[in-house]
């Protein structure tokens, strides 16, 4: 289970290291793809084999799940962590994310969220300004 909000620095290589209480879960491989709210997701190899399947059955037929296949697989890369516990961004998920030199590592169960520091910032100001209404809605859901 990953939880918790880190602050790193990315090098001029495009690395970071992630956590240390997070690199054994990542030991096995680790599975960056484009995420939502303009952040990066990072999963496990074997909980990404679980996402993976669901996303390869979603149905051709309907135009947002199309999108959301493409956007999700299309945008994935496979990596293993360096002995340090570093992994290199590829350009075009950096480029996505609009991440820059200070980054955030943030652990959401069983994905990882990587921000631009900035981004992240702006949107837990966002969040905590509606965490009441939000929490309403989470209460619909079971939550």
């Known amino acids: 289970m990953f939880f918790g909000e880190y602050t ?27 995420g939502l709210d303009k952040c990066l997701f990072a999963y496990p190899i074997d909980e990404w084999k679980k996402i993976a399947e669901k996303l390869g059955n979603l149905p051709t037929t309907q135009k947002n799940a199309r999108a959301y ?3 999700m ?7 293993i962590p360096d002995k340090q516990g570093r ?7 950096r480029k996505y994310a609009g991440l820059k030199s200070k980054i955030v590592i943030c652990g959401l169960y069983n994905r ?18 509606t965490s009441e209404e939000i ?5 619909e859901l079971g939550i």
């Open 135 to 139: 929490a309403e809605t989470l209460s």
């Open 69 to 71: 296949g493409r956007l």
């Open 112 to 129: 990882v969220e990587i921000w631009d520091a900035k981004e992240w910032e702006e949107f837990k100001k966002k969040a905590e300004k």
């Open 8 to 34: 790193y620095n990315l090098d001029e290589k495009g690395r970071i290291a992630l956590p240390p209480k997070f690199r054994q879960k990542f030991a096995k491989g680790i599975v960056i793809t484009r």
């Open 87 to 93: 992994i290199v961004i590829p350009l075009y998920l």
């Open 73 to 79: 697989l299309a945008g994935a890369m496979d990596l």
